[in-house]
């Protein structure tokens, strides 16, 4: 009787015994495959501390009236890093946004490094004033003067007539601008020859002007054939050319210079600026004269003029 226990007992464990080692013989072989599997593919699990591969866009979707996703890194790293592109190019030669969004609403809190690929150094401060701006090229393109007294209270420098109470032509440019010719063929008041005068020849400096970045007009040609006039400022007669407004001096000049020879000495007066109606000038046409008044008009020099513009 007791033998027969022994061996139904034998039985049983070996049979148990069997049982186990094919469950943990299928446990070992269905989770190294499930580990291998997991996080590679479509459909697999994300794995959290591990690198997970998939050639497809992967959603989270949902209705929820916080964030969908929340990433905390209470460590000293970043919470998120966005990459594009093969990771030995410069971020500078990379194409691809690493990030794009549907909404214009503000993210609050975001610093960033560039706007529109322009750093903080491109832009005017809030209390910054346009002269101290490279984007503020002309404060005289304004059609709004009640509401752009000065920089502060100006959009854009374009919008102002005045900066400051000062019309622009009361700013050195940032550079020397070119010469501007006087000819017999000129187009309006202010690059036309008056009262017969015209170029010497081809061959010497021919009639211009214009205002270095420090506000000082130069004059520049020789010139013949005109007539001269001894009397009074700012009139058509023996005016060689006119100087529109931003070019006048704050006060008459004269200038002595070379006429006629080498020994010879003739004079240029530069008027400080006035209106006209009469002759070859429209109405209400405004300049300062560079008026022959003596010399010999066989030739006349304006080589050397120069004065500071003040009206």
Same mark, same amino acid.
């Given at each position: 009787?007791?033998?027969?226990?022994?061996?139904?007992?034998?039985?049983?464990?070996?049979?148990?015994?069997?049982?186990?080692?094919?469950?943990?013989?299928?446990?070992?072989?269905?989770?190294?495959?499930?580990?291998?599997?997991?996080?590679?593919?479509?459909?697999?699990?994300?794995?959290?501390?591990?690198?997970?591969?998939?050639?497809?866009?992967?959603?989270?979707?949902?209705?929820?009236?916080?964030? !969908?996703? $929340?990433?905390?890194?209470?460590?000293?790293?970043?919470?998120?890093?966005?990459?594009?592109?093969?990771?030995?190019?410069?971020?500078?030669?990379?194409?691809?946004?690493? !990030?794009?969004?549907? +909404?214009?609403? =503000?993210?609050?809190?975001?610093?960033?490094?560039?706007?529109?690929?322009?750093?903080?150094?491109?832009?005017?401060?809030?209390?910054?004033?346009?002269?101290?701006?490279?984007?503020?090229?002309?404060?005289?393109?304004?059609?709004?003067?009640?509401?752009?007294? @000065?920089?502060?209270?100006?959009?854009?420098?374009?919008?102002?007539?005045?900066?400051?109470?000062?019309?622009?032509?009361?700013?050195?440019?940032? #550079? +020397? &601008?070119?010469?501007?010719? $006087?000819?017999?063929?000129?187009? @309006?008041?202010?690059? =036309?020859?008056?009262?017969?005068?015209?170029? %010497?020849?081809? &061959?010497?400096?021919?009639?211009?002007?214009?205002?270095?970045?420090?506000?000082?007009?130069?004059?520049?040609?020789?010139?013949? +054939?005109? #007539? %001269?006039?001894?009397?009074?400022?700012?009139? &058509?007669?023996?005016?060689?050319?006119?100087?529109?407004?931003?070019?006048?001096?704050? &006060?008459? =000049?004269? %200038?002595?210079?070379?006429?006629?020879? @080498?020994? #010879?000495?003739?004079?240029?007066?530069?008027?400080?600026?006035?209106?006209?109606?009469?002759? @070859?000038?429209?109405?209400?046409?405004?300049?300062?004269?560079?008026?022959?008044?003596?010399?010999?008009?066989?030739? $006349? +020099?304006?080589?050397?003029?120069? %004065? =500071?513009?003040?009206?």
């Amino acid at each position: 009787m007791m033998k027969k226990i022994a061996r139904r007992t034998l039985r049983i464990a070996r049979g148990t015994a069997l049982a186990v080692g094919a469950a943990v013989m299928m446990a070992v072989v269905l989770g190294v495959t499930t580990t291998a599997l997991a996080g590679t593919g479509v459909g697999a699990t994300f794995n959290l501390g591990k690198a997970n591969t998939v050639d497809a866009v992967s959603r989270l979707v949902g209705s929820v009236t916080g964030s !969908m996703l $929340i990433v905390d890194n209470n460590g000293a790293g970043t919470a998120l890093d966005l990459r594009v592109g093969p990771a030995t190019t410069p971020p500078d030669q990379k194409t691809a946004a690493p !990030m794009k969004v549907d +909404s214009q609403a =503000r993210v609050d809190n975001l610093n960033a490094d560039e706007l529109d690929n322009k750093s903080a150094s491109d832009f005017l401060a809030a209390d910054g004033k346009a002269q101290n701006a490279t984007h503020a090229d002309q404060a005289d393109s304004a059609t709004n003067t009640q509401n752009a007294a @000065n920089a502060q209270n100006a959009t854009a420098a374009q919008n102002a007539d005045k900066l400051d109470g000062k019309d622009s032509s009361e700013f050195a440019t940032k #550079s +020397s &601008e070119a010469w501007r010719q $006087i000819t017999t063929t000129g187009t @309006n008041p202010y690059n =036309r020859f008056y009262a017969g005068w015209t170029n %010497f020849d081809g &061959e010497h400096s021919t009639a211009a002007y214009y205002k270095d970045s420090q506000g000082i007009v130069h004059l520049k040609g020789v010139v013949r +054939s005109g #007539s %001269f006039y001894d009397c009074c400022y700012n009139t &058509e007669d023996g005016m060689i050319f006119l100087l529109p407004q931003g070019y006048w001096p704050s &006060e008459h =000049r004269v %200038f002595t210079t070379l006429s006629g020879s @080498n020994t #010879s000495v003739g004079r240029i007066d530069i008027g400080r600026g006035g209106c006209y109606g009469t002759q @070859n000038l429209p109405s209400g046409t405004c300049g300062g004269a560079v008026q022959a008044v003596a010399g010999n008009n066989g030739w $006349i +020099s304006l080589d050397g003029i120069s %004065f =500071r513009a003040e009206g």
